[in-house]
């Protein structure tokens, strides 16, 4: 049985989009792609897409998609980049009004479902592409200096004695 882990949710914020003009498949790409990272390296990417500078591996639907330089199949989804960065935006400054670090800020939830289609239209149904994204943010813990291992490596040659003392 898995264990689960539990979060103090006063180390972590989260914000949410729902009914977003935006499609399902490329933020669901997107979100795979920025998932466990850092906030200030995932706004790095998505801007660098935006700009049509980076292209972001696709895995699940590669489907008639060229292979891209370095990578196989991909695209650069622009508009879904631009509305998961505002989200990234939006949760940084959730964080930061809970007094979160937002310079440490970790992605630990990214997801992108299928909104529901409104039945309006009249006759000719124009209705659009609509997806919900959900992201949290955990601040990531400080890690831990290498002066503890440093201590134990020299602690452990100090009381190593050479073979010939041992014969005694």
Request: proline share 4%; charged share 35%.
């Amino acid at each position: 049985m898995k264990q689960k882990i539990i979060i103090n949710p006063e180390h972590q914020a989260e914000a949410k989009s729902y009914g977003s003009g935006v499609s399902t498949k490329q933020c669901v790409e997107v979100c795979r792609n920025l998932r466990y990272k850092n906030t200030t390296k995932a706004k790095k990417i998505l801007e660098e897409v935006i700009a049509l500078k980076r292209n972001l591996p696709y895995e699940r639907s590669t489907d008639d998609l060229g292979h891209k330089p370095g990578m196989s199949a991909g695209r650069s989804p622009q508009k879904a980049a631009k509305e998961i960065l505002r989200l990234i935006k939006s949760v940084e400054a959730n964080a930061q009004f809970k007094g979160l670090n937002t310079a440490n800020l970790k992605i630990t939830k990214l997801l992108a479902h299928k909104g529901s289609i409104p039945r309006t239209g009249g006759r000719h149904r124009t209705a659009g592409k609509r997806t919900n994204i959900e992201i949290q943010v955990q601040e990531a813990k400080e890690k831990k200096s290498n002066k503890n291992k440093e201590q134990k490596q020299q602690l452990k040659k100090t009381e190593e004695k050479p073979k010939g003392e041992l014969k005694k």
